[in-house]
């Protein structure tokens, strides 16, 4: 079953219920279901490409232009509107995007902030705010897709080289938003509250594709300014809302915020990064708030794991959702058993079909492996992170495979030094990354993020002593730097890459404390 079907039917049967709110007024089902139909005539009108570019700010018209390209038969390709120009045209490029489905006033902020010719001339450009919703929209039953039909095509950050396209399959995300609905108990009675961009996976799944089953309301806005959210919680009285550390780190800025602020909220969850310790101890002691962690890849549709209430260790992002299997591997292909550390590799109908015309990178990351008790060999997606599961089923994430350092032989994982940091008073966010060397192979470098106010009482050299009361003499970082901010990703994820490169481009340079 795909998810077009089920989610037309809660819409017919919804028709006066809220399902969005957003910066520019309330959708009812109604005005979702007659937007989409609308749509799906605009785009075959347009086009006949298999693949349809979305370009929306975060709102209703995503999910109207969403279901538009189902019942029309495409595939939506959203965009993510903050890329480089050179990625914009590889994206359209690669996918063969000829029409976008976009808004006048997002067009002008991409062509301003990044160059007057990011959106390619020969693009049909199909503006929601210009198209006539009007009168009975042109009726049709959809046939519904199988599970392995492609539904989507997400491209990554592209944190690593250009961005790369995941084929989400109908199954994935239908296995995947019910999955999380099972999990979190969820119904049509919960209220989303998002600010993720719905060309996120995250932004998509959970706070797109999952309410919409539901038929639930969700909430959203486009842009992320603390006061604002603080005011949307005030005012919608959400249960569930989903956001990235950093995030969490701004609302901490609000000084009008509390805790009867978060307290309609079931779920406050943490994803896309890992939690620090220190900011989920400033949940609970200042608003009474327990921060739970996600797990998931845009490969895995994307949520793996989730803690929930009742469910929920500290340090840890919770037990698999249903019909998801969490497999440790050793470098051998070997599966570990409990509290063994290997690379996390994930099993399940919600692993995606594939890297869009990147079938050897494909066969790099999921492997066929024979696994303990059963008859064949299961599809595995390898994570790249590594990790353990202990005897409650429970994943802990401590690293990543790539980011690894090794220092004097010694593997060092860099979340671990951010743990420590992250804890210092005046750290708000910090990162680390591996600095070349040549009696040690690689040193720790640590960039450092302060919290307001901060900046003239800080010292690196303090920081690093901070961190020897805790951490082993080889993991201690040589350079702690301060960055008036760390470079992010539109999710608000540290973007490592960016940082190394800096060191490659000052090796000499020394702008903190080292030892």
């Known amino acids: 079953m795909s998810l077009l079907r089920p989610i037309l039917r809660k819409a017919v049967t919804h028709l006066r219920h809220p399902a969005v709110v957003d910066d520019f007024g309330t959708y009812r089902y109604a005005k979702l279901l007659g937007g989409a139909l609308f749509v799906a005539r605009t785009i075959e009108r347009t086009t006949d490409a298999k693949h349809v570019g979305i370009m929306l700010p975060t709102g209703g018209g995503f999910p109207i232009a969403l279901l538009g390209c189902w019942l029309a038969g495409r595939v939506p390709v959203p965009i993510n509107y903050l890329l480089s120009r050179d990625d914009l045209h590889h994206v359209l490029a690669d996918a063969n995007v000829d029409t976008l489905l976009t808004a006048g006033k997002l067009l002008d902020h991409v062509r301003e902030n990044t160059a007057e010719d990011a959106i390619p001339a020969s693009l049909n450009l199909v503006k929601l705010e210009e198209q006539k919703f009007r009168g009975l929209p042109p009726l049709r039953w959809p046939r519904d897709p199988s599970n392995d039909e492609l539904a989507v095509l997400l491209y990554t950050s592209g944190t690593s080289g250009k961005p790369k396209g995941v084929e989400l399959t109908h199954g994935n995300l239908e296995s995947n938003a019910r999955a999380c609905i099972e999990h979190a108990g969820l119904d049509e009675r919960c209220v989303f509250l998002g600010v993720l961009p719905q060309f996120h996976t995250f932004g998509l799944t959970v706070l797109t594709l999952a309410p919409l089953l539901l038929g639930a309301r969700v909430v959203y806005t486009a842009r992320f300014v603390p006061r604002r959210l603080i005011e949307l919680m005030r005012e919608q009285r ?4 989903v956001a990235v550390p950093s995030m969490y780190h701004a609302l901490l800025s609000v000084k009008s915020a509390t805790a009867d602020d978060f307290s309609s909220l079931r779920f406050v969850i943490a994803g896309g990064e890992k939690l620090p310790a220190a900011l989920d101890e400033q949940y609970r002691t200042r608003f009474g708030v327990q921060l739970y962690e996600g797990y998931g890849l845009t490969e895995t549709s ?23 299997r969490n497999v440790i591997l050793g470098d051998d292909n070997t599966v570990l058993g409990d509290d063994e550390e290997g690379e996390i590799a994930i099993a399940g109908p919600n692993v995606m079909r594939g890297y869009h015309h990147l079938p050897e990178l494909t066969d790099q990351v999921i492997t066929p492996i024979q696994l303990p008790g059963d008859a064949e060999p299961t599809r595995l997606f390898r994570t790249g992170d590594i990790g353990k599961r202990d005897a409650d089923g429970f994943l802990f994430i401590t690293g990543r495979k790539k980011e690894m350092l090794i220092v004097s032989g010694e593997n060092v994982f860099p979340r671990e030094i951010e743990e420590v940091l992250d804890q210092h008073p005046a750290v708000c ?3 680390v990354v591996g600095l070349p060397d040549p ?4 040193v720790p470098i640590a960039f450092v993020e302060l919290k307001d106010g901060e900046a003239d009482g800080f010292d690196p050299a303090e920081a690093r ?24 990703n539109p999710t608000g994820k540290i973007l490592r890459r960016a940082l190394s490169d800096l060191l490659s481009r000052e090796p000499t340079k020394e702008t903190g404390a080292r030892g």
């Open 429 to 431: 966010a910090s990162a």
């Open 465 to 488: 002593n901070f961190c020897r009361q805790t951490l082993a003499p080889f993991k201690v970082p040589r350079e702690v730097r301060v960055m008036e901010e760390l470079p992010r």
């Open 302 to 324: 994307p949520v793996t794991n989730w803690s929930t209430p009742g469910r929920h260790k500290p340090g840890s992002v919770g037990p698999a959702l249903p019909g998801v």
């Open 439 to 442: 009696s040690r192979g690689e």
């Open 238 to 241: 959400p249960d569930v809302f």
